[in-house]
């Protein structure tokens, strides 16, 4: 797979959802789609891919030259330290508009990071975030909230599921 994309330079979108992928398998792909100079789009939705493989993903993604406007990540095992280095991605990339993040395991400390994210990126890039099904709490949620009363640039912020 990874021969057949780099075969391919002008692929501007990648959709590998529900491939079983496992964390191996993302990060191995990971190495290819960080090079590749016109990808805009890569989903990676349901592939088991837990914190360790995010962050080595986020990692691959810093420091190639992947155009990436939107970064799909929902369904799968990603903590808050995956997510933490995947905001860490976001804000090395200016094309980085949307980044999904629905059904995985990000906490109250991961919608604490995004807060502060958020918070010192008034202005983007980041438009859309998906953070469905979370147990984000309420110290998440009141730090969310603030930020988004000063940050202009998010458009969209999915949010639902409260937690007791």
């Known amino acids: 797979l990874g021969r057949a994309v780099h075969a391919l330079p002008a692929l501007r979108s990648l959709q590998l959802g529900f491939n079983q992928l496992g964390s ?22 349901s592939n088991e891919i837990d914190d360790l493989a995010a962050s080595q993903l986020a990692a691959a993604l810093t420091r190639g030259c992947a155009p990436l406007c939107e970064l799909d990540l929902e369904a799968n095992l990603i903590g808050d330290s995956g997510f933490s280095a995947l905001l860490r991605y976001a804000a090395t990339k200016s094309s980085l508009s949307t980044l999904r993040m629905g059904t995985n ?15 010192t990126r ?6 859309t975030v998906g953070l469905a099904n979370h147990c984000i709490g309420e110290r998440g949620a009141s730090a969310l909230l603030a930020a988004l009363h000063d940050n202009r640039s998010l458009t969209e912020l999915s949010r639902t599921r409260a937690c007791g």
């Open 24 to 45: 191996r398998g993302v990060v191995a792909m990971a190495e290819v789609v960080a090079v590749h100079s016109s990808l805009q789009v890569l989903s990676l939705v």
């Open 105 to 119: 395991a990000v906490g109250e400390r991961g919608a604490r990071q995004l807060a502060s994210h958020l918070l």
């Open 122 to 127: 008034l202005n983007g890039p980041l438009r």
